[in-house]
C-alpha cells in the first residue's frame, strides 16, 4: 500500500498537535469564572488564538503544497461509498479550517481585542486592527465561531471513527499510509 509523502505527514500530525490546542481551549475559556478572570482568562485567550491563527497558516501551506502534491491512490479494495465518506470528510475539514480560524479573528476585531497587547500572535506579534468594535456584528461572527467549534468536533469524531474502522473491523492499515 503507498504511503503519504514525509512533507504531507508533518502536515498531518502539526494540524492535529494545532487542533489539540486550539479546540478544547476554545470550548474551556467560556466556563472560566468570574473569580478567575483577568490574566488567567488572558493566557487561555493569547494560547486559543495563537494556536488558531498558526492553524490557518498551515492548513493554507498544507493546501498550496497539495496543489502540486497528490494524495497516494487508495487501495482498490475500498468501496465506492467508503470512499466517498473519506473525501467528503476530508474536504469538510479543510474548509473548516480555514474558514473556523477567520471568523475567530474577525470576530475578536468586532468585540474590541484585537490580536494586541496580551492577545498578540505568539505573544509578541501585534496583528493589524481590521474594524473598530461592533457588538452586533461580533455576536454574529462569535455565534458562526461556535457552530463551526461543534461542526470540526463532529468532523473529527467521522474522521477518527473511520480510522478505528479500517483498523479494527476492516483491518486493512490503512492508518499506516500516515504514519
Ligand atoms: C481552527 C481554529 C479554531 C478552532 C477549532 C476554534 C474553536 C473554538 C471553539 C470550539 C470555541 C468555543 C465556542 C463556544 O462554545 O461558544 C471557540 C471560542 C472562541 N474562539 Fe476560537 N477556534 C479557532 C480559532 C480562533 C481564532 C484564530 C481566534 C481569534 C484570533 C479565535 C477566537 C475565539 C474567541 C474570542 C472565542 C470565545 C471564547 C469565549 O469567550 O468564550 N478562535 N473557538
Do not use: C
Not at 488558531?52 to 482498490?76: D, I, N
Not at 497587547?117 to 455565534?143: C, S, V
Amino acid at each position: 500500500m503507498q504511503s503519504y509523502n514525509p512533507v504531507a505527514k508533518w502536515f498531518h500530525w502539526i494540524t492535529v498537535a494545532l487542533m489539540a490546542v486550539a479546540l478544547p481551549v476554545g470550548f474551556v475559556i467560556q466556563h472560566i469564572t468570574e473569580a478567575q478572570e483577568g490574566a488567567t482568562k488572558m493566557v487561555f485567550y493569547a494560547i486559543h488564538e495563537s494556536a488558531g491563527v498558526t492553524l490557518f497558516l498551515v492548513v493554507l501551506l498544507r493546501l498550496l503544497w497539495r496543489l502540486s502534491h497528490k494524495a497516494p491512490p487508495l487501495p482498490a479494495s475500498i468501496p465506492a461509498p467508503l470512499r466517498l465518506a473519506a473525501n467528503t470528510v476530508h474536504h469538510a475539514l479543510y474548509a473548516l479550517l480555514l474558514v473556523q480560524p477567520l471568523l475567530g479573528f474577525f470576530a475578536t476585531n468586532a468585540w474590541g481585542f484585537p490580536l494586541q497587547g496580551q492577545t498578540a500572535y505568539l505573544g509578541f506579534i501585534e496583528l493589524p486592527k481590521f474594524m473598530d468594535a461592533n457588538e452586533d456584528l461580533a455576536g454574529q461572527l462569535q455565534a458562526l465561531h461556535t457552530i463551526g467549534g461543534w461542526t470540526i468536533l463532529v468532523l473529527l469524531v467521522l474522521h477518527i471513527g473511520g480510522v478505528v474502522f479500517h483498523q479494527a473491523v476492516r483491518r486493512d492499515g490503512l492508518l499506516l499510509r500516515m504514519v
